[in-house]
C-alpha cells in the first residue's frame, strides 16, 4: 500500500525556518517524481514545489522562489522541504504528492505549518 | 502563472448531472492534454478523480468523466450522490512551471 507521511509542520515566527519530511513506503521511491502542495485555511490548493526522480531537475513556485529547498534521499524513501524566510502567508497545511503522468495520485495527510508571532 | 478558473459553487439534486468548468489558457490547459481532477472532503487530502483530461483511476466510479474543448476543461458527475458533495480541483500541466491548479468548485447536494 502506498503511503506517504509528513511531519515537520508547526508554528514558527515571521522570518523563521522550518523543514518539512515526507517519509514514503509502499512503492518504489527512487522512481518517482515527487512534489509539495499546500492549501492555506479555507482556500484552495497551490502548488509549491516539483523533483525528479533523481532529484536533478527542480522547479518552485514564484511565490518560494529563494526561499524554499526541495530536495529527497532515495535511500531513505524520503523528500524534503527546507522553508527559511517564513512569512505569515505561508501558513497552510503541506501535502506532499506523488506524480504519475503529469497528475498527482497520492497524496499524504498533509502537515500544519503556521507563522505567527 | 494564474490560477486555473472554476466556478465557486454547483449543486444539483440526487441522481442529477452537474458540470464544473475550468478554464484556462493556450500555456496550460490549451496547450496539454494533462487535466486532472481532485475530489476534497472536508480535513481530508485531496483525491485523483481523473488524469490525463478524460481518464478515470481504477476505483474512482465511472459516473465522473472528464472532457476538454480548447482553454477549457470540465468534470461531469453524473447520477449526483449525497457522498459527491466535497470541493473539487482541476489541475494542468503548465510546461516549465510545471502545474497550477484551479480556483476551486463547492459541489452541494440538495
Known amino acids: 500500500e502506498v503511503q506517504l507521511v509528513e511531519s515537520g509542520g508547526g508554528l514558527v515566527q515571521p522570518g523563521g525556518s522550518l523543514r518539512l519530511s515526507c517519509a514514503a513506503s509502499g512503492f518504489t521511491f527512487s522512481s518517482y517524481e515527487m512534489n509539495w502542495v499546500r492549501q492555506a485555511p479555507g482556500k484552495g490548493l497551490e502548488w509549491v514545489s516539483y523533483?525528479?526522480?533523481?532529484?536533478?531537475?527542480?522547479y518552485y513556485a514564484d511565490s518560494v522562489k529563494g526561499r524554499f529547498t526541495i530536495s529527497r534521499d532515495n535511500a531513505k524513501n524520503s523528500l524534503y522541504l527546507q522553508m527559511n524566510s517564513l512569512r505569515a502567508e505561508d501558513t497552510a497545511v503541506y501535502y506532499c504528492?506523488?506524480?504519475?503522468?503529469?497528475?498527482?495520485?497520492?497524496w499524504g495527510q498533509g502537515t500544519l505549518v503556521t507563522v505567527s508571532s | 502563472q494564474s490560477a486555473l478558473t472554476q466556478p465557486r459553487s454547483v449543486s444539483g439534486s440526487p441522481g442529477q448531472s452537474v458540470t464544473i468548468s475550468c478554464t484556462g489558457t493556450s500555456s496550460d490547459v490549451g496547450g496539454y492534454n494533462y487535466v486532472s481532477w481532485y475530489q476534497q472532503h472536508p480535513g481530508k487530502a485531496p483525491k485523483l478523480m481523473i488524469y490525463d483530461v478524460s481518464k478515470r483511476p481504477s476505483g474512482v466510479p465511472d459516473r465522473f468523466s472528464g472532457s476538454k474543448s480548447g482553454n477549457t476543461a470540465s468534470l461531469t458527475i453524473s447520477g449526483l450522490q449525497a457522498e459527491d458533495e466535497a470541493d473539487y480541483y482541476c489541475?494542468?500541466?503548465?510546461?516549465?512551471?510545471?502545474?497550477?491548479f484551479g480556483t476551486g468548485t463547492k459541489v452541494t447536494v440538495l
Open positions: 523533483i525528479s526522480s533523481s532529484g536533478s531537475t527542480i
Open positions: 504528492a506523488r506524480v504519475v503522468v503529469s497528475s498527482f495520485d497520492y
Open positions: 489541475c494542468s500541466y503548465a510546461g516549465s512551471y510545471p502545474f497550477v
